[in-house]
C-alpha cells in the first residue's frame, strides 16, 4: 500500500505544512520531529480532516484529494482511522458504546476483531460497562486504539500513542502494535517524538522539521541522515543498529546513543558489556572543547560514539583506523 | 387548594405552553445548528428572523399571525377547507402564538449546547466512518440533548406567561384560549376580583419559579456530561 502526497500545502491558521513524499506504509511508518514540526498536521490531511490547499494525496494509486482537480473523498468515507493524542472518547456512551460506535459503521466486507476479543486483547474487559470519565490516561489511550483496530480501516493513524504511558506499559504498548499491525495486516503510520520509539517501531520514516518534509524511506537510510541528526537533542545523538544485530526480539531496530558507546583501540577482553562491534573509524567530528563525536563503519551499520579530546588523543584515533565499539546490553 | 375555574386555567396554561413548545422545538433545533455553524451565506437573515419576536411588540406578533395565518387570509383559508383547522381564536393559535415569542429563547439555549460541544468529537467520529448526517444523529443530538431539553423548559416557563400575541391572534375564551396571563387581566379588569388575580397571580409566579429551576438544573447535568 503507497501513501503519496504530491506537493501538497496545507494551511492552519498561521502554520503552513508543505509535503512531497512517498512512502510503502507497510508495516509502521513513522513520523518523526520535534514539537511544533508538523506531525498531527500531516495525520490530519492523510485523514482528510484538513483541506488541501495545493497537491494531491492518494493511497494505493486511488487519489483521495486533488487540489486541482477539486477532487476530495471526505474523512469518513477514505477508510482511514485516526487514534488522536488525547483519545477522544465519545462522553455521552460507555467504553463498550465507544467500540460499537466504531463496529456499526464497520463495512460487513472487513474483517475485524469483535469487541470482547479487543478488549480482552488490550486488558480493560472489566471496563467494559463502565462511563468513559474517571478513566486513567493509558485506559483511554488503549481504549482509543481498540475503538480504532474494530472500525477495521485500510489504513491507521497514531498521533503519540504513547503520550500518556510511561516504562513498562509504554514498551508493552509498543509491542502491542507492532502485533496488531502484524495480525490484522494494518500499516500503521505513527507519529512520535521519541528517538527510541522511533527506532523500535519503524520500517519507514517520515522526517519533519518547521511544517516540512526533510527526509522519509527506509528507517536504516533516513535515520543515518545528516539532516535526521539534525532533528535531535544532543544528548540523543547516536545510530539506529537493526534488532537482529542485538537480538532484539519484536522490535525493528534499536537506537544506540553516542553517550552510551565506549570505544577502545584494541580488541576489549574481560568486560562485561555484551556488545562489542569491530569496525572502522569512518569519520572524526570535533563538537566543542568537550566533545568528539566518532563515526565507526561495523557491520551492524554506523555506530556513533562521543569520547573526549583528551581519550581521542589518548587512543591515537584516526580516520581509517580499526577499533571496537562496546555497549552495555541495558543500556540499549 | 385550586379552585376548578383555576384548576381549568392552569389547564389551558399548560396545554398551550406545552404544544408551544413542540411545534417549535424542531424549527429551533434547525436554527440552532445552523447558527451554531462556523460561517455560511445568509447566516445573519437567519440570525435575523430568529431573534426577531425578542425586539417586535407582541401584539404585532399577534397581529402579523392574523394576517398571514386568520381566516381571511389564503393560508388560513386552505387549512380551513382543506383541512377544516381553524387558528385564530383557539387554543392551537394561542400555542402558535406563544410558540413564536418563546422561539428566541430556545434558539439561544440549544445553540449554546451545540456550540459547547468539543469540535474534536466530531473528527473523531468521522474517521469512525460516520458521515455529516450520521454525526447529527449520534453525536451534535446526544450530546447536546440536556440543553435542548433546558431550552425547552424555559420556553415553556416563558410560554406560560405569554400575553400580548396570544390575546391578539387568539383573542381570550374561557376553556379554550384563557391561560393564566389573560385571566389575570380579565380579573384585574372585573370590579371586587383582586383576589381571583391575586391567587392566578401566586400560581403563575409558581409555575415561573418551577420552570426556571429545572431549566438550571438541566443545564447544570448538560455542562457536567459534556466536560467529562
Redesign the interface.
Given at each position: 500500500m503507497t501513501l503519496e502526497l504530491r506537493e501538497v500545502v496545507v494551511r492552519r491558521g498561521a502554520f503552513r505544512l508543505a509535503a512531497d513524499l512517498e512512502v510503502a506504509a507497510d508495516g509502521v511508518t513513522v513520523v518523526f520531529g520535534p514539537s511544533g514540526s508538523g506531525k498531527s498536521s500531516l495525520l490530519a490531511t492523510i485523514?482528510?480532516?484538513s483541506r488541501l490547499e495545493a497537491g494531491r494525496l492518494s493511497l494505493h494509486g486511488h487519489v483521495l484529494e486533488d487540489a486541482r482537480k477539486a477532487v476530495r473523498v471526505?474523512?469518513?468515507?477514505?477508510?482511514?482511522?485516526?487514534v488522536?493524542q488525547?483519545a477522544?472518547l465519545?462522553?455521552?456512551l460507555t467504553v463498550r458504546g465507544n467500540l460499537e460506535?466504531?463496529e456499526h459503521?464497520?463495512?460487513a466486507v472487513r474483517n475485524a476483531p469483535i469487541v470482547i476479543e479487543i478488549a480482552r486483547r488490550l486488558e480493560f474487559e472489566d471496563l467494559l460497562d463502565r462511563?468513559?470519565?474517571n478513566l486513567s490516561g493509558g485506559e483511554r489511550s488503549r481504549i482509543a486504539l481498540a475503538?480504532?483496530i474494530v472500525?477495521a480501516?485500510e489504513l491507521l493513524l497514531l498521533d503519540e500513542p504513547f503520550a500518556a504511558l510511561d516504562g513498562r506499559r509504554r514498551r508493552d504498548f509498543l509491542a502491542l502494535l507492532r502485533e496488531l499491525s502484524n495480525e490484522q495486516s494494518l500499516p500503521m503510520v505513527v507519529v512520535t517524538h521519541s528517538i527510541d520509539d522511533a527506532a523500535e517501531l519503524a520500517n519507514d520514516v517520515i522526517a519533519m522539521r518547521d511544517g516540512r518534509v526533510i527526509a522519509f524511506g527506509a528507517a536504516a537510510a533516513v535515520m543515518s541522515r545528516p539532516e535526521f541528526a539534525g532533528l535531535l537533542d544532543r544528548r540523543d545523538l547516536g545510530a539506529r543498529v537493526p534488532a537482529d544485530a542485538v537480538a532484539g526480539g519484536a522490535v525493528e531496530g534499536v537506537w544506540v546513543r553516542a553517550d552510551s558507546v565506549l570505544l577502545a583501540s584494541e580488541r576489549p577482553r574481560g568486560i562485561s558489556a555484551r556488545h562489542v562491534w569491530e569496525g572502522r573509524i569512518d569519520a572524526i567530528t570535533r563538537e566543542d572543547a568537550r566533545g568528539v563525536l566518532v563515526s565507526l563503519a561495523t557491520e551492524a551499520g554506523y555506530i556513533l560514539s562521543r569520547i573526549t579530546p583528551e581519550a581521542l588523543a589518548d587512543l591515537q584515533l584516526e580516520q581509517g583506523k580499526q577499533a571496537w565499539a562496546v555497549v552495555k546490553a541495558h543500556a540499549l | 387548594m385550586l379552585t376548578p375555574d383555576e384548576l381549568q386555567i392552569l389547564s389551558t396554561s399548560l396545554g398551550v405552553a406545552g404544544r408551544a413548545v413542540l411545534f417549535s422545538l424542531p424549527v429551533a433545533i434547525a436554527f440552532a445548528w445552523a447558527l451554531s455553524r462556523p460561517r455560511f451565506p445568509g447566516k445573519s437573515v437567519v440570525d435575523t428572523i430568529a431573534h426577531l419576536p425578542l425586539v417586535l411588540p407582541p401584539v404585532l406578533v399577534g397581529y402579523l399571525l392574523l394576517l398571514g395565518l386568520g381566516a381571511q387570509s389564503p393560508i388560513g383559508g386552505w387549512l380551513k377547507s382543506s383541512f377544516g383547522v381553524q387558528l385564530a381564536f383557539t387554543a392551537e393559535g394561542a400555542a402558535i402564538a406563544t410558540a413564536v415569542m418563546a422561539f428566541p429563547l430556545m434558539v439561544r439555549a440549544i445553540r449554546l449546547s451545540f456550540e459547547a460541544t468539543d469540535p474534536g468529537l466530531f473528527e473523531a467520529a468521522s474517521v469512525l466512518r460516520a458521515g455529516p448526517w450520521d454525526r447529527f444523529w449520534s453525536m451534535t443530538l446526544p450530546l447536546a440533548w440536556p440543553g435542548v431539553l433546558a431550552g425547552a423548559v424555559t420556553a415553556f416557563a416563558a410560554g406560560l406567561g405569554e400575553f400580548g400575541a396570544v390575546i391578539t391572534f387568539a383573542s381570550n375564551v374561557e376553556g379554550e384560549t384563557q391561560t393564566l396571563p389573560l385571566a389575570i387581566n380579565a380579573a384585574l379588569n372585573t370590579p371586587g376580583r383582586d383576589d381571583v388575580a391575586f391567587r392566578l397571580a401566586l400560581i403563575s409566579l409558581a409555575a415561573a419559579i418551577t420552570g426556571l429551576v429545572l431549566a438550571e438544573m438541566l443545564q447544570r447535568w448538560a455542562r457536567r456530561r459534556l466536560e467529562a
Open positions: 485523514a482528510g480532516l471526505p474523512a469518513h468515507a477514505r477508510g482511514i482511522g485516526l488522536f488525547d477522544r465519545f462522553p455521552h460506535y466504531a459503521r464497520r463495512p462511563p468513559v470519565r475503538r480504532a472500525s480501516p | -
